[in-house]
């Protein structure tokens, strides 16, 4: 994989993001293979693995800033309020545009504007957990996503945008027929997508969990 330049590659390409995750995440399989730990990755909740996801693209060359209001919330006065995106990614490692900035004087001369950015929505699903079998999963799986999508879609300063789903399964088969379900779904309740992007890779099977799917679902944006 080519390293994102200082500015987008066009056509913006998606496929770079995933492969840069999918080969973050099996360098952390193979430290936890290497190191015999009791938990795995599949044990692990959404905000432990939030560290390797931003490490992994950051590796690949990315900025990434992590936590980032949505611009339609900026009216806000308190930076505490209102929603966040999960991470927001940079082309070049540059790094992201405070639009409330008082002052250019410190503000570094190659921030991207976040109209420029690309703001990811993360979710992670696991077919098994340590008590068993995720009686929720398949819930997991539908509002939390499309709610995720509907935030990204519904925020008119975002271009460039994407829901990530980290799935841990039994096998590949599943996860490509849980990921066709919601797709499906997806488009019945009129929200725009892309194909999305899969990549999958082995796991050590400490749950019942064998494999790991990266999937990128990007949103459709009217030019």
């Given at each position: ?66 936590e980032v209001r949505f611009p339609r919330e900026r009216p806000k006065p308190r930076r ?25 004087l410190f503000a570094p001369p190659d921030a991207v504007p976040p109209g420029d950015a ?106």
């Amino acid at each position: 994989m080519t390293s994102p330049a200082t500015a987008w590659p066009s056509p913006w390409l998606w496929d770079d993001v995933a492969d840069a995750l999918a080969a973050g995440l099996a360098r952390a399989s193979d430290d936890v293979e290497r190191e015999q730990a009791v938990r795995g990755l599949d044990a692990r909740r959404e905000l432990e693995l939030h560290p390797i996801l931003h490490d992994a693209l950051r590796a690949a060359g990315y900025g990434v800033t992590p936590e980032v209001r949505f611009p339609r919330e900026r009216p806000k006065p308190r930076r505490t309020e209102g929603a966040r995106c999960d991470m927001v990614l940079t082309p070049g490692g540059r790094p992201l545009a405070d639009p409330r900035a008082q002052t250019d004087l410190f503000a570094p001369p190659d921030a991207v504007p976040p109209g420029d950015a690309a703001w990811l929505e993360v979710k992670v699903v696991a077919q098994f957990h340590e008590h068993g079998p995720h009686r929720a999963y398949a819930s997991a799986l539908q509002h939390p996503v499309w709610k995720d999508v509907e935030k990204l879609a519904g925020d008119p300063e975002i271009q460039r945008a994407a829901v990530l789903l980290v799935l841990f399964t039994a096998d590949a088969e599943i996860a490509g027929h849980d990921l066709d379900v919601w797709s499906a779904r997806a488009s019945l309740r009129g929200l725009s997508l892309l194909p999305r992007i899969s990549r999958t890779l082995p796991i050590g099977d400490r749950l019942g969990n064998r494999v790991c799917t990266v999937a990128v679902l990007p949103l459709a944006r009217p030019h």
